[in-house]
């Protein structure tokens, strides 16, 4: 079972539930750390990392001794990563997006693939939770093939819990499409409910379950609350403000280790989600 | 020689259009007879990413080995100089005006792009 | 014409609430909202909108089902599963790489363009707002920051105005790269966490790829004041100005519930005194980069 941990607005606490319920579930748990533009999750976790894996997006590399400049490969790329200019021809590989029409266009076989660098997986484990993140290199546009990658470390049999971006567009899509349960993380103020929104819509768009966290749940309005009511989103938890959460996740402490009740209630939590997917995928099967 | 001007315009009288890879039209000019042709650029101005590589590949094809403009990218420039097309930066005026300060030695040429890559 | 850029790296450490703060004490600017992906800055500005346009974004591959034969050459060449096995395009995981356009023998694959989201022109009590919104889902959104920064410059100009306060999106990725090249000076608002210090030190590193002179203040530094230290003795080993501090106060909160700015709210509350310095400090260097860069376009 997969549950994808997102939010539209950043900073509402995501990497705070995604830890801790990846810490108070008992059994064979996976965290995914799919944030690969900042991530964050491994600095709560604090894994012993026994492994990493650069991976690389394909990108075309030309052998002029067979090229006959005939431009058919440009002509195929919409991306304009591959030009014929004068005498030579010239890969621009920070634009290429690795389909690989290139390579499978050119009549005289003279395009092969190389690799650019997206940035490097890392993995390892603590306390029985295994670990793994994605991290973009620094100076790279392209998130969501490294998200991909992330996501192909995702083992059957265990559950894994994905710390997605904020935002909703591609790469967010990339860290929820293909999930259980999407577990939305907001707080309650005009930001949060607009952004919550948007994530909402993307979830639609998806077609996966979800509920909502609300996080600092005693600052800001009501409005939140009234929107999950109207959309018959199912409210799972709510994490009121106090300062000394917010002082300990500044130090990297996990929520569900810090203080007593926590760890229950985000075991809790795992249950309502895995029933409510429950219920989902039996709906679905009879329609 | 052929020389290519970003134009803002069809004509000789047309302004010199700033910007290379997102230009209306690149006019290729014949030095010697001031015969030109204006080569539609709307394809590349519209393009996503890579408009001045485009843009470049197009006047290699025509045969320009001098571009006449005001900004040019990295990637442009990039492209520009592995099509052996020497480049002129900063350049205002009409496109007949650039072409006569041209042929009269009044041009320099850049080693190095002056604008910032467009994403 | 200059650009403050504000970004954060991390999200949620205040950033769009800094920049409406700004825009209540600057004058002579024009404001420009590039986090298209979630943008909440015109829930303080309360825009009324001018212009409303259409974003163009990538195109997307549709199969013509009554020309399909099911070949399968286009499920063989597309490398991102877009196409299943009733040869239906999957919009999401469409690329628009136009292989299967391409390689299609009975040239029954279109690629249509899509609109992908839209962009404005509006006015604002604190003057013109250049803003977007890019659809759910999409991608694109690098473009749509370089154009909705670009419209934002145009705007400045003929009105003739000399300053663009941009609210610039979080992470490191393409839209932060779109949101960067060009710009005349760069904040970063951090918060004193591990999380914050980690995130700031990855987007300081990609502004300084960018060349662009970089600034940064710490907010709710009174949560944690060591990691507060420890970022901005971080950023002084980076280059990185730091310009000052910001305390924990509920009035961020307060003040977006009502949809006023600082200033508007509280002007004499800790975090507003503490914002105006910070703008002041962030102003005069914005003019000393200007000034030296004045030989240079844009």
Not at chain 1, 144 to 163: C, H, M, N, S
Not at chain 3, 183 to 201: C, F, K, N, R, Y
Request: glycine share 10%; with cysteine; hydrophobic share 40%.
């Amino acid at each position: 079972m997969i549950i994808s941990v997102a939010s539209g607005k950043g900073g509402t606490g995501k990497t705070t539930i995604a830890t801790s319920m990846a810490f108070s579930v008992e059994g064979a748990v996976q965290l995914l750390d799919c944030d690969v533009e900042e991530p964050n999750a491994h600095l709560f976790v604090r894994p012993d990392i026994t492994g990493a894996e650069i991976i690389y997006t394909p990108v075309p590399e030309v052998n002029m001794n067979r090229c006959t400049l005939c431009g058919t490969c440009s002509e195929i790329c919409r991306f304009n990563a591959i030009v014929v200019l004068g005498e030579t021809i010239l890969p621009f590989t920070e634009l290429c997006h690795g389909c690989g029409g290139c390579m499978l266009a050119c009549p005289e076989k003279a395009i092969r693939e190389t690799g650019r660098e997206l940035g490097v997986i890392e993995y390892g484990s603590r306390k029985g939770l295994e670990f793994i993140h994605g991290k973009l290199r620094i100076g790279e546009a392209m998130a969501p093939p490294l998200i991909r990658k992330v996501r192909e470390y995702a083992k059957p049999g265990f559950l894994t819990i994905i710390d997605a971006p904020p935002g909703t567009s591609c790469p967010v899509i990339a860290a929820m499409s293909g999930a259980d349960f999407i577990l939305l993380v907001t707080e309650p103020t005009p930001f949060g409910l607009h952004d919550l929104k948007l994530a909402v819509g993307a979830v639609k768009l998806l077609d996966i379950p979800c509920g909502l966290v609300i996080n600092r749940s005693d600052i800001g309005d009501g409005r939140v609350r009234e929107y999950a009511l109207a959309e018959n989103i199912p409210v799972l938890m709510e994490i009121p403000f106090a300062r000394g959460i917010a002082e300990a996740y500044s130090r990297g402490e996990v929520l569900a280790q810090i203080s007593s009740g926590w760890k229950e209630k985000f075991q809790e939590l795992s249950e309502r989600i895995k029933n409510i997917a429950r219920q989902k995928s039996a709906g679905t099967s009879y329609a | 020689m052929k020389i290519a001007v970003s134009s803002t315009g069809k004509d000789l009288d047309s302004p010199v259009e700033p910007r290379f890879g997102r230009a209306p039209y690149l006019i290729i000019v014949d030095t010697d007879t001031l015969e030109f042709e204006a080569l539609d650029n709307s394809a590349s101005m519209n393009a996503f990413k890579g408009a001045g590589i485009q843009a470049a590949a197009m006047i290699s094809r025509k045969g320009a080995r001098v571009l006449l403009t005001g900004y040019c990218g990295p990637k442009a420039f990039e492209a520009l100089e592995a099509a052996k097309i020497k480049v002129a930066n900063n350049v205002t005026g009409k496109v007949k005006e650039a072409v006569t300060a041209f042929n009269g030695g009044l041009i320099s040429f850049s080693d190095r792009p002056n604008a910032e890559a467009h994403w | 014409m200059h650009e403050l850029v504000v970004i954060s790296g991390k999200g949620g450490t205040g950033k769009t609430t800094l920049l409406a703060a700004f825009a209540s004490l600057a004058r002579k600017k024009v404001l420009c909202d590039a986090d298209v992906d979630a943008s909440d800055l015109h829930l303080i500005m309360n825009p009324r909108i001018h212009q409303r346009h259409d974003f163009k974004g990538g195109h997307t591959a549709l199969i013509n089902q009554d020309k399909c034969t099911g070949c399968g050459i286009c499920r063989d060449v597309c490398r991102f599963d877009a196409i299943n096995e009733n040869f239906k395009v999957n919009p999401l995981s469409c690329e628009g790489c136009g292989v299967c356009h391409y390689f299609c023998p009975e040239e029954a694959v279109d690629l249509p363009q899509k609109t992908c989201g839209e962009w404005y022109i509006s006015d604002t009590r604190f003057g013109p707002l250049a803003h977007a919104r890019l659809g759910v889902a999409e991608e694109n959104s690098g473009r749509l920051v370089t154009l909705i920064r670009k419209q934002g410059k145009e705007l400045a100009e003929r009105m003739g105005l000399d300053l663009m306060l941009t609210d610039g999106p979080p992470g490191i990725g393409c839209p932060v790269i779109a949101s960067l090249g060009g710009a005349t000076a760069v904040l970063i608002v951090a918060e004193p966490s591990l999380s914050g210090l980690h995130d700031m030190e990855r987007v300081a590193q990609l502004a300084h790829g960018f060349n662009v002179p970089t600034m940064t203040c710490v907010n709710k530094f009174d949560l944690n004041p060591d990691q507060a230290r420890a970022i901005e003795s971080m950023a002084e080993r980076k280059n990185v100005a730091v310009m000052g501090r910001i305390p924990f106060d509920p009035i961020f909160t307060k003040s977006m519930i009502m949809g006023r700015t600082l200033f508007e709210y509280d002007s004499q509350s800790n975090g507003a005194l503490s914002v105006k310095s910070i703008w002041e400090k962030v102003f005069k260097s914005l003019k000393n980069h200007c000034e030296k860069n004045k030989k240079l376009p844009d």
